[in-house]
């Protein structure tokens, strides 16, 4: 079966006829000594035969637009006034914008990063570009049904499914070089010839916005799940405090104790999520800098020495010789390096070193 590819530079039956016109054309004008009545003849003859052999190279039926514009060529030629050599040029210049026209039309085609395809009313692909032939694989070429070709790339998606959205868009994933990739399907109608319409498919590759959106969606799971452990206990402490705990100085200290400590978890998670929007912020650019390798720990150490000592942890900061200046945003690594000792910290064995 002939690739998508290939298809790109055919010619339509129309601008064949054409183009056996525009010769047969020239040969009779070399007749100049002849009446027109007489050229005229000729041409048509020329042109019923290049009809006749561009529906038997192209095995398809001459749609009645190519006829107008093949007939309304011929008229003009047979109504022209002087030099028949004259109008016959005026053909073959028609043919050759033609021609021009549909080169760049497929060199426009070929050169979208994007997958394209032109699809008929069946849902049959009639054209599609490099982009989409690497992208579907070997089973999309021109004549073969576009939902086999989905299929046969790992969707269980079809043309029909993405035509019931209200936008006639949809996400599918395809397998592409082995791996899954998410591409934004969209459809669109287009009319092919006077009588007959088509449509036109894109696929927009939307992999790396996909797992960004799957991943702000777990983080906010996650966070909401975090979230949840320290309010639930802040409320359980004050009914404890309602209850027992009102005259009980033990209990109530015990109590107080543990809304502190949730609180300070919250007030961590609260930290986190603001420092996280401002690293999203477009507004919150880098601030390149220099400054000393030394300042980190200078800085660092401070904020986790007391619950080390707490917990019998040794912090130690070590930086190799060779480093003494960085040459980068100074708030945003010590960002980086705080939430990697502070969770190190948490989370290590007693006596140990972090």
């Known amino acids: 079966m002939t690739s998508g590819r290939s298809n790109w530079p055919k010619a339509p039956p129309g601008v064949i006829s054409l183009a056996l016109l525009g010769l047969a054309a020239t040969a009779a004008a070399l007749l100049g000594g002849e009446s027109r009545a007489i050229v005229f003849v000729v041409w048509t003859g020329a042109f019923a035969c290049a009809l006749l052999l561009a529906r038997r190279w192209t095995a ?149 916005a996909a797992s960004t959106s799957q991943f702000k969606a777990d983080f906010v799971a996650n966070a909401s799940h975090e979230l949840r452990t320290p309010i639930a206990a802040i409320r359980a402490a004050a009914e404890t405090l309602r209850g027992v705990g009102r005259d009980n100085a033990a209990i109530r200290e015990r109590v107080l104790t543990m809304v502190e400590q949730n609180a300070l978890r919250l007030e961590e998670m609260v930290r986190d999520l603001l420092d996280l929007s401002r690293l999203e912020s477009p507004i919150g650019k880098p601030v390149i800098g220099r400054f000393k390798a030394a300042q980190l720990e200078a800085v660092l150490r401070p904020m986790f020495e007391p619950l ?45 070193k972090v």
């Open 60 to 208: 398809e039926e001459t749609s009645h637009e190519e006829l107008r514009v093949a007939l309304r060529a011929l008229d003009d030629v047979a109504g022209a006034e002087g030099d028949p050599r004259q109008a016959a040029s005026g053909v073959l210049s028609k043919l050759e914008t033609l021609e021009r026209d549909h080169a760049a039309l497929g060199a426009l085609l070929e050169a979208l990063p994007d997958p394209v395809l032109l699809l008929n009313a069946e849902g049959r692909i009639l054209r599609l570009n490099a982009s989409a032939e690497r992208v579907l694989g070997p089973t999309a070429s021109a004549g073969a049904s576009f939902d086999d070709a989905l299929s046969d790339a790992g969707s269980d998606h079809t043309l029909a499914a993405t035509e019931m959205h209200a936008e006639r868009s949809a996400t599918i994933r395809l397998t592409t070089d082995g791996a899954y990739r998410s591409y934004q399907i969209s459809v669109r109608d287009v009319a092919l010839a006077a009588s007959e319409n088509g449509r036109v498919v894109t696929l927009s590759d939307v992999t790396e």
């Open 308 to 352: 080390c000592e707490k917990r019998g942890l040794e912090l130690e900061f070590t930086i190799g010789e060779e480093v003494d200046e960085l040459l980068t945003d100074q708030r945003l690594v010590q960002l980086v390096l705080r939430n990697l000792i502070d969770n190190a910290v948490k989370f290590a064995f007693p006596d140990t």
